[in-house]
């Protein structure tokens, strides 16, 4: 017996140094130690920001762009979801958990996974990572970026020109560059359109990703709006926007607008989509859907890809039919866009 214990010993310490012994080479053949000692799985690993799949917001369209892949290009596919309060180790350990399975591409949905994403590409050079909403550093990194602002400025033209009491509002889940974006486009359109309105704007939290994951403050902060006669609330704030259009919903006269996804069709807000104008969809499915095509078709499609109003990257929803009247002079004020003619600010 002793000496089957040897033995055995012996076998596993012999396996530990091959693997070592094998790692180390493919170290220096370019790999990295954990590229090295990935699984050989394939398939697309989604990691969510928090509110996860059914937030109705742009975790739900990304979803969708790998459902579309699933179904279009037979790949195989695994989604997780992020909690309120993660730190970086968390999101790391998420992507580091999809890169070491061997999916790829593996995707961060937001901002938030701008530095987790560029610290373990660095890892796993060999695998193709994506991030919407964030451009972090990395040859095997894609970042899928969205003209917000843009599509802002048209719910803007919306807004001013449906608002009866020429008094609107923006609702920002939190207070940073890319929310700044909705807020700034959507004030420009307002004020393009109509002088004279008046924009009131506001945030649910300076720095917190909570802010994207509050419905009942955004619910809190969309009444107090309409208290002050404010009839068009537009929030960019994910999962945090159901509050708001629920409050916007029980205010007769008054409108929502939604963000990211066409929020007049999700299930969870069917009850109050009557009150949903337009919303402002961001098509990270079609994003989403383009990258797992490239890593399929073996190429390496990392950079900067932008989506924009010219490339329809971001558009305004008509479902409902509420916008169908004013149709046309949202349409001008598209082409002046794609023309040139006009430059939406990115900041307020």
């Known amino acids: 017996m002793p000496q089957v214990i040897r033995t055995t010993a012996a076998r596993t310490a012999a396996a530990a140094v091959t693997s070592t012994l094998v790692a180390v080479l493919a170290t220096g053949c370019g790999q990295s130690f954990a590229e090295a000692n990935k699984s050989k799985d394939s398939g697309v690993g989604l990691a969510f920001d928090i509110g996860g799949r059914d937030d109705h917001s742009f975790n739900e369209s990304a979803a969708r762009g790998v459902d579309e892949?699933?179904?279009?290009?037979?790949?195989?596919?695994?989604?997780?979801?992020?909690?309120?309060?993660?730190?970086?180790?968390?999101?790391?350990?998420?992507?580091?958990?999809?890169?070491?399975?061997?999916?790829?591409?593996?995707?961060?949905?937001?901002?938030?996974?701008?530095?987790?994403?560029?610290?373990?590409?660095?890892?796993?050079?060999?695998?193709?990572?994506?991030?919407?909403?964030?451009?972090?550093?990395?040859?095997?990194?894609?970042?899928?970026?969205?003209?917000?602002?843009?599509?802002?400025?048209?719910?803007?033209?919306a807004a001013a020109l449906k608002s009866k009491s020429h008094k609107v509002g923006f609702i920002g889940g939190v207070n940073n560059a890319l929310i700044q974006k909705f807020e700034a486009g959507f004030v420009q359109g307002v004020k393009d359109t109509d002088p004279k309105a008046k924009i009131v704007s506001q945030y649910l939290y300076p720095n917190n990703d909570k802010g994207f994951n509050d419905p009942a403050a955004a619910k809190a902060k969309a009444n107090g709006m309409l208290d002050r006669g404010i009839d068009v609330i537009y929030t960019a704030a994910g999962q945090s926007g159901a509050g708001s259009i629920e409050a916007v919903a029980k205010k007769k006269g008054a409108w929502a607008i939604g963000v990211d996804s066409d929020q007049y069709r999700q299930t969870g807000l069917r009850k109050y989509r009557d009150r949903i104008l337009t919303s402002v969809v961001k098509n990270v499915d079609v994003a989403v859907l383009d990258l797992v095509k490239r890593v399929e078709e073996g190429k390496k499609p990392g950079g900067v890809h932008t989506y924009d109003v010219r490339r329809d990257g971001v558009t305004l929803a008509t479902s409902g039919g509420f916008i169908d009247d004013i149709k046309d002079e949202i349409g001008e004020a598209r082409k002046r866009i794609v023309d040139g003619k006009v430059k939406v600010k990115e900041s307020p």
């Open 69 to 157: 892949a699933e179904k279009k290009l037979g790949v195989k596919a695994k989604m997780l979801t992020a909690k309120n309060g993660e730190t970086e180790a968390d999101r790391e350990q998420r992507l580091t958990s999809f890169a070491e399975a061997g999916y790829d591409p593996v995707i961060g949905v937001g901002f938030a996974y701008s530095q987790s994403v560029q610290k373990v590409a660095a890892d796993f050079p060999d695998t193709t990572f994506g991030v919407v909403e964030a451009v972090p550093e990395g040859k095997n990194v894609n970042a899928m970026v969205f003209a917000e602002h843009e599509g802002s400025y048209l719910a803007g033209v």
